[in-house]
């Protein structure tokens, strides 16, 4: 009997250990890397990104595109977020399918993370070169610390060629050129192999001994002195003697071999230059705002006052990236990625022309698909319902004006 229990005790470890080892291997291919899953308020409240440019649609190894455009810090940053006051302007892609070869916030190089204001808008520019061939799903990012990543529009991208081609030649300070896709990766095998190696060799010997209940036992009787035997002494001094030799004289031949070393550069950049914007003229209060869910739509009643001297219409709604606009008054020749665009998503109750000192109510409609495929529409079941977008005005010469809103939301289910 007791030999039955035993066996079936082992099968059924070898079969946890088999759908272990099937889990951790079993990686099916994402299509998507979870931007809609982000709550809607983060992706609504915190940085809006407007006016983005992917440069290339398909790019082959080794050769560089840029993403570039500008991003607005929400002036009504949510509580329950950090503020972003150590920010690191990324690029989001499904691993290093792309190097960032540089990145510019207000023409400044930030290689490090930044200090961003709020209400401010900043011009940015990241640089990428082409590393692994696919298609790529390219978004912009800022890692906020305390916010996490908060991901921003996305275009699929398409790399050419072959991964084996890829080169990263830099020239060091001491005017060495390596190549950092390959650079002393023998060196890094061989000491992982030589620590992997010796720690097996350790666990080996003392694993091959009696183990836990017969020491147990040992121990309660008193002969845990017993144990331990002058080989067991010998051998681990050897370990001991020989890590430290190890790691003294590889250190000792590493120091002759590279005699200037300079530490990774990290700290906060301060002082990032916002984009300089002219004076705002406009001036909207949002009356009201309900998201009508049947619908699928968004309707705000809006009160703008012109107080600038050039009659203006209301052009585009911009949320978490979804372009809402109306085609009477602009068209995306962008090329902005489709799915968050909403080309004729605009509706205005009177977009005619609002003339220099003029006031009027409208009512505006945002309505497409994309409030459930992105899932923004699941803010209304947030505690602190609000949105809060970027309104572009246009004048005649199609020269617009930012104005960001930000209010409260209620849903309406019939
Ligand atoms: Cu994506």
């Known amino acids: 009997m007791k030999l039955v229990k035993d066996k079936v005790a082992k099968l059924s470890f070898v079969a946890l250990l088999m759908a272990v080892t099937a889990a951790m291997l079993y990686t099916p291919t994402a299509s998507a890397h979870g931007e809609k899953s982000q709550a809607a308020f983060m992706r609504m409240r915190t940085i809006h990104w407007f006016d983005l440019n992917w440069s290339k649609d398909t790019v082959p190894v080794n050769e560089t595109m840029t993403v570039s455009g500008k991003f607005h810090v929400f ?149 845990g002195d017993s144990l331990i035997s002058s080989t067991d002494k010998t051998v681990g001094m050897a370990f001991a003697i020989g890590t430290i030799a190890i790691v003294a004289m590889s250190m000792a031949s590493t120091n002759a071999k590279y005699p200037v070393t300079t530490p990774l550069q990290a700290g906060l950049l301060r002082g990032m230059i916002p984009l300089e914007l002219p004076a705002q003229t406009i001036n909207v209060k949002v009356e009201d705002a309900t998201y009508r869910v049947p619908g699928r739509a968004m309707q705000m009643t809006l009160v703008v006052t012109n107080n600038g001297d050039e009659p203006v219409r209301l052009a585009e709604f911009n949320t978490a990236g979804v372009r809402f606009l109306d085609p009477k008054v602009w068209e995306d020749e962008t090329n902005y990625p489709d799915d968050m665009l909403a080309a004729e998503g605009l509706t205005v109750s009177d977009n005619s022309p609002l003339a220099p000192g003029e006031k009027r109510t409208i009512s505006v409609t945002a309505s497409d698909a994309a409030w459930e495929v992105y899932r923004l529409a699941d803010l209304i079941y947030d505690p602190d319902s609000r949105f809060a977008g970027l309104l572009f005005f246009a004048n005649e010469a199609g020269v617009r004006q930012m104005v960001t809103v930000d209010a409260p939301l209620i849903p309406s289910f019939i």
């Open 75 to 223: 002036a009504g940053w949510p509580e329950t977020v950090d503020k972003p006051e150590s920010a690191f302007l990324n690029i989001g892609t499904p691993g290093p399918v792309f190097i960032r070869a540089g990145s510019w916030i207000g023409g400044k190089l930030v290689p490090r993370s930044v200090s961003l204001e709020l209400g401010e808008t900043y011009e940015f520019k990241v640089l990428l070169k082409a590393r692994r061939p696919g298609d790529w799903h390219v978004h912009t990012m800022m890692n906020v610390e305390g916010g996490g990543p908060i991901i921003g529009p996305g275009k699929w991208t398409t790399i050419t060629g072959s991964m084996k081609s890829f080169t990263d030649p830099i020239t060091t300070l001491t005017g060495d050129t390596v190549d950092l896709e390959t650079y002393n990766l023998e060196n890094t095998y061989f000491w992982h192999t030589l620590w992997f190696g010796i720690g097996l060799a350790w666990m080996v010997y003392w694993g091959s001994k009696p183990m836990f209940i017969p020491r147990l036992i040992a121990v309660d009787a008193g002969k």
